[in-house]
């Protein structure tokens, strides 16, 4: 293997098991610090040593035993408490014995229970689930929640600080604590997804198959473990309806296509009947839905129309308006908005978005929303404006292109 493939090994190696190593380690050694640490000596060792010896057939088992007996050394060079050190000590030779998986088998879905911790504040267990175990980087969960990378970055902090000095337990969830956490695991979950179905990072491919990939996964697990949680149901019906649209998303050039404008016939049509019969079961319960059975239930009419045209906008105003009694954050606002200019007219739409403008200043579907409107009602350069916001604005390579191409368009 040349030079070449092992360093492109060892990325994919970081990027798929940075996470999962850390996590690992804060579980076993209760210090987070210690975890991310060692988890970093690890692969610098990997950088140092695959190139001349070869990538090990297991790259993950490696790059865990090796952070774990990085992580004993520190314990051991800071004279930590003798009893750390003999439980250190017993989990290098061997796993503790009888240590229980509690009620989640699946060792992601495990660790995101375990880090989304109800003494946190909802966002921290997000962004701090997100970057140990999703293995996003700090700008990218930055982006989802549509804030500064540095606050982001000291949000994580905060959090780490507290689970130290709090001495926050990170052991395995038990069935009763499933029901106080989920919340918590489906947000993290939500914007695993979001982030490979329209990927934030300049340097990546638009959609990312594996995160996607991998949320689904996790979802129908979570599904199987709370099979009566509506949520649960819901945000799964929702990422099969969106990942059922995945193959016509974006053209062969690279360009996003627009949901108005994709080619149905490409659609997967068994996503598609999966999530529609989640939804419907759902709404046989007659129980009222919560935000993600909203979502899917939106979805599911724009899924229902053989083409654009056919779409049943005042059905999909309709849960936009049930949404936002549950949600009313800026960008449900700004999507009820985009869907009552089909119903309405984009005058009065533009007149929403003129109200959202001081919320929304550093989110780029804003202005992409904002140049559409002002398109359709003529007013070019205002467009071209609004256009040129979007696309500095956007990460998305696909979506800048599309944006690019609307508003050169416009000239």
Not at 101 to 126: K, M, N, Q, W, Y
Request: negative net charge; glycine residues 6%; contains cysteine.
């Amino acid at each position: 293997m040349s030079p070449v493939d092992v360093a492109t090994a060892i990325t994919r190696a970081h990027h798929e098991e940075w996470g999962r190593v850390v996590a690992t380690l804060t579980r076993q050694f209760g210090d987070l610090d210690i975890a991310e640490e060692a988890a970093a000596e690890a692969f610098a060792t990997a950088v140092e040593r695959w190139p001349a010896g070869g990538v090990p057939p297991n790259p993950g088992g490696w790059l865990t035993t090796t952070a774990r007996r990085k992580a004993i050394d520190r314990i051991r060079r800071e004279s930590k408490r003798d009893d750390k050190q003999k439980e250190a000590q017993t989990m290098y030779d061997e796993d503790v014995a009888g240590d229980s998986l509690g009620a989640v088998e699946d060792e992601r879905l495990r660790l995101i229970f375990t880090c989304c911790h109800p003494a946190l504040s909802p966002e921290a267990r997000v962004a701090l689930t997100l970057r140990m175990v999703g293995g996003l980087t700090v700008p990218e969960i930055a982006r989802a929640f549509l804030v500064q990378e540095t606050t982001m970055g000291q949000r994580i902090t905060r959090a780490k600080t507290k689970i130290k000095a709090a001495r926050i337990p990170y052991r395995v969830p038990s069935a009763e604590d499933l029901p106080r956490r989920v919340s918590g695991v489906l947000a993290v979950l939500y914007l695993v997804f979001n982030e490979g179905y329209l990927a934030t990072g300049p340097d990546t491919d638009p959609v990312r198959q594996d995160l996607t990939a991998e949320a689904i996964r996790l979802a129908r697990l979570l599904r199987e473990l709370m099979p009566d949680d509506g949520e649960v149901a819901g945000l799964l019906a929702l990422m099969l309806l969106t990942e059922a649209r995945r193959a016509a998303r974006v053209s062969a050039s690279g360009e996003l296509v627009t949901l108005d404008e994709q080619n149905r016939a490409a659609w997967d049509i068994a996503l598609v009947a999966e999530g529609h019969q989640l939804v419907r079961e759902r709404l046989a319960t007659g129980h009222p839905p919560g935000r993600y059975q909203i979502l899917a239930a939106i979805n599911a009419v724009h899924t229902s129309a053989r083409d654009g045209r056919d779409t049943d906008w005042s059905q999909i105003v309709a849960l936009y308006d049930q949404l936002v009694r549950l949600d009313p954050s800026p960008i449900v606002a700004l999507n009820r908005a985009v869907a009552i200019a089909e119903l309405d007219g984009p005058h009065v739409a533009l007149a929403i978005l003129d109200q959202l403008e001081g919320d929304l200043t550093g989110y780029h579907a804003y202005f992409a929303a904002r140049a559409d409107l002002l398109r359709r009602l003529g007013r070019i350069e205002e467009s071209q404006t609004a256009y040129d916001e979007a696309i500095a604005l956007a990460g998305n390579t696909a979506e800048k292109a599309y944006l690019t191409r609307r508003r050169d368009q416009l000239g």
